[in-house]
């Protein structure tokens, strides 16, 4: 058995062991030492990374990427040996610890608060990089998450000390508690007075003021109940600079203060859709002109024109067709710089002559038989050359 350090102090970041095994895996080295700070995997909190030393001599450090436990051992992953007998100095990735930490035990209060103020169970949880979802198994409304967040955070504010035991078989069977899963072997219990109690393997804070802050970013249903986004203590603390950048920029662009953003894009979209309807009329308008140019004729008439509105490429396709004997053709630009087109005509079966239309534009698109529609590829003389010489019977 490996003795566990993160069980006697869980702010012990750097300790000596010894090693006492080391086997090679593959790429890797799975190395076991007497003791160690290393917390495996478990309680859905990930393993922790860092570094060992050995003591003296060369000093040399090998970097160990996971920690796994079995059997009450624990093998740390390493990208090179040590030697077995020789002493060794750990030294865990502090911050990434201590932002776990702040994240589980604030996953903890957060559930024991919602499990005391309405009753619902943690059905979910999943400590990521950088935030923690929280499934619970009746929906919340908003007045209900604030409730559960500002409750959470008085817990914080209170510095609660965090109690962790292993209760003997008569205390536990007495003990009310949280648990996701039948537990069997020594179970351990994570206290926080007067807000929550829950079986859990993982390290935890001290006391609850280490947390600093518990924020839901996000809730939205999920199987008949709620998944939450929370960031706690520094991911907590960086969510708040990304948003508070993007805001930032958002309110130089619109010269709006930070907190007014919402109305200021309301007011641009407002604008937005005032210009599309004036827009779309003067381009009515324009395919009026446009159309009154064209002379009649008994052939095809095709034209490249910079309308980016398809309403009015239709509406001008249809006043050309009332011009011409043949096919009335409208090239103008699409997304990204493609080429579309709208077909028309009164005397010719276009989606049946579609398919020779399009192999002599390097086009791809259908329709019905008095209109057609979609991209082309081919250059612009290639097509004006094509279409003023297509005829129905070719297609
Ligand atoms: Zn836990």
Redesign the pocket.
């Known amino acids: 058995m490996t003795e566990k350090l993160f069980y006697q102090d869980s702010h012990l970041f750097e300790f000596r062991a010894e090693v006492l095994r080391c086997e090679q895996d593959g790429a890797h080295w799975r190395v076991v030492l007497d003791r160690t700070a290393f917390f495996p995997e478990g309680?859905?909190q990930s393993a922790d990374t860092g570094t060992l030393t050995v003591c003296g001599g060369t000093k040399a450090t090998v970097r160990v990427t996971d920690a796994r436990e079995r059997d009450g051992e624990i093998f740390h992953i390493c990208d090179a040996p040590l030697r077995p007998g020789d002493c060794a100095e750990g030294r865990l990735d502090r911050q990434q610890r201590l932002c776990r930490m702040q994240n589980?035990s604030g996953?903890?209060i957060l559930s024991g608060c919602a499990h005391r103020l309405y009753g619902c169970e943690n059905v979910g949880f999943h400590l990521g990089e950088g935030d923690v979802t929280i499934d619970f198994d009746r929906e919340l409304d908003a007045e209900e998450l604030q409730q559960i967040e500002t409750r959470a955070n008085e817990a914080v504010r209170a510095d609660l000390p965090v109690k962790v035991w292993f209760p003997e078989p008569e205390e536990l069977a007495e003990l009310e508690y949280r648990s996701k899963k039948e537990l069997s072997g020594a179970v351990r219990i994570?206290e926080i007075p007067d807000v929550d109690r829950?079986a859990?393997c993982?390290p935890h804070v001290s006391r609850t003021g280490e947390i600093g802050v518990i924020k839901i970013l996000n809730a939205e249903k999920h199987r008949g109940g709620v998944r939450l986004s929370v960031a706690c203590g520094m991911w907590a603390l960086e969510d708040y600079r990304r948003k508070q950048q993007s805001a930032a920029e958002v309110s130089v662009l619109l010269s709006a203060k930070r907190d007014e953003i919402g109305t200021a894009v309301q007011r641009l979209m407002q604008e937005r859709d005032r210009l599309k309807e004036k827009n779309a009329a003067l381009a009515a308008e324009l395919v009026g002109y446009r159309a009154e140019r064209e002379p009649e004729t008994e052939g095809n008439l095709c034209l490249f024109e910079e309308i980016p509105d398809e309403i009015a490429v239709r509406e001008l396709v249809n006043r050309l067709m009332e011009k011409c004997g043949g096919l009335a053709a409208v090239f103008f630009p699409g997304a990204e710089g493609s080429l579309r087109y709208i077909i028309g005509s009164r005397s010719m079966d276009l989606r049946k002559a579609s398919k020779a239309i399009n192999a002599g534009i390097g086009g791809r698109g259908g329709g019905r038989p008095e209109m057609i529609q979609g991209s082309a590829t081919a250059d612009r003389e290639e097509i004006l050359r094509f279409l003023r010489e297509f005829r129905a019977t070719e297609g």
Do not use: L, M, N, W
């Open positions: 309680g859905g589980h996953e903890h994570v829950c859990c993982a």
